[in-house]
Nanobody
Framework: QAQLVESGGGSVQAGDSLRLSCAAS????????MGWFRQTPGKEREFVAS????????VYAESVKGRFAITRDTTKDTTYLVMMRLKPEDTAVYYC???????????????WGQGTQVTVSS
């Protein structure tokens, strides 16, 4: 069983940048697709970005395209989400996930972290 731990969240001002990290332990996720999702109270978990095991062809939600970048370092079993030009509507708990395929659907991911809070003030 893979354990995923997110870090790097915090409180920032609109226009700032943050880098989230997702470190895997236990079972390696180097051959898994990795995804980032976010959730706000009372809403469904929302897809943000996903990347394949070979780091090719990342996929982004339209709302973050051009501002966020997903990368991974398989030697460290760590996935990153670089978030630039943050907006108040990016405020959410961000979760990383591991699954068999690159997907925008939460149900396609088998392993989840506990989440890290990102708060963007205007």
């Amino acid at each position: 069983q893979a354990q995923l731990v997110e870090s790097g969240g915090g409180s920032v001002q609109a226009g700032d940048s943050l880098r989230l990290s997702c470190a895997a332990s236990g079972r390696t996720v180097s051959r898994y697709a990795m995804g980032w999702f976010r959730q706000t109270p009372g809403k469904e978990r929302e897809f943000v970005a996903s990347i394949g095991w070979n780091a090719a062809n990342p996929v982004y939600a339209e709302s973050v395209k051009g501002r966020f970048a997903i990368t991974r370092d398989t030697t460290k079993d760590t996935t990153y989400l670089v978030m630039m030009r943050l907006k108040p509507e990016d405020t959410a708990v961000y979760y990383c996930s591991a699954g068999v395929v690159v997907s925008t659907k939460a149900y396609d991911y088998d392993h989840w972290g506990q989440g890290t809070q990102v708060t963007v003030s205007s």
